[in-house]
């Protein structure tokens, strides 16, 4: 692999899946208190068909480690997602 396909030791696609999963993070943490359903965060984020396999891969990754809670259809950012944001961005 060449060098600059790495990323402290990443692959692309690590990195790729990274950045769409902060973007879905993002996305939710800027709309709360509002929830968002599956179907409206995948139109807001403009999902083809390509790209929905991507986003819900991102969702269930978020899931997984505790930055997204999921109830049905419906996601929202855990507490800790959002503290984390804030600190991270200096958000109040």
């Known amino acids: ?31 709360r208190p509002r929830s968002l359903t599956l179907p409206e965060l995948l139109r807001e984020m403009g999902a083809g068909a390509g790209s929905r396999a991507a986003i819900e891969a991102a969702v269930a990754g978020l899931a997984e480690v505790g930055l997204l ?6 996601l929202a950012p855990t507490p800790a997602a959002v503290r ?3 600190i991270e961005l200096g958000l109040p």
């Not at 790495?6 to 769409?20: I, N, Y």
Request: proline fraction near 5%; hydrophobic fraction near 35%.
């Open 84 to 86: 984390a944001a804030e």
């Open 69 to 74: 809670r999921r109830e049905r259809s419906v």
């Open 1 to 31: 692999m060449h060098p600059q396909h790495r990323h402290r030791g990443e692959p692309c696609a690590a990195r790729s899946d990274r950045t769409l999963e902060g973007a879905v993070l993002a996305l939710l943490i800027e709309r």
